[in-house]
Nanobody
Framework: QGQLVESGGGLVQPGGSLRLSCTAS???????????MGWYRQAPGKQRELVAS???????NYTDSVKGRFTISRDNAKNTVYLQMNNLLFEDTAVYYCNKKWAPYWYWGQGTQVTVSS
């Protein structure tokens, strides 16, 4: 059984920064490197949305609301994808998840809570 484990969330003031990590284990780990990966977020009362993605080769894409503030990266040797979040805004408050960029998805992890509050 494979698993995705997200970490790095927390409470931060507007304008602050956080770095999220997501590590794949189990049978996902052996195939992690070939798949485009994404960071998703789900705010209360809203649908989960893809905010950033990265191909196996390192090409990135971002939704407009995070362009210039978030940076996605990956370390295939560590089966890990990262999300560096700078200049955080109130509207970035959500639970953040990682998974493949496209369906069929792996089992979703628990996510990591990011709360932006003054």
């Amino acid at each position: 059984q494979g698993q995705l484990v997200e970490s790095g969330g927390g409470l931060v003031q507007p304008g602050g920064s956080l770095r999220l990590s997501c590590t794949a284990s189990g049978n996902i780990a052996s195939i992690f490197s070939v798949y485009p990966m994404g960071w998703y977020r789900q705010a209360p009362g809203k649908q989960r949305e893809l905010v950033a993605s990265i191909t196996s080769g390192g090409s990135t894409n971002y939704t407009d609301s995070v362009k210039g503030r978030f940076t996605i990266s990956r370390d295939n040797a560590k089966n890990t994808v990262y999300l560096q979040m700078n200049n955080l805004l109130f509207e970035d408050t959500a639970v953040y998840y990682c998974n493949k960029k496209w369906a069929p998805y792996w089992y979703w992890g628990q996510g990591t809570q990011v709360t932006v509050s003054s």
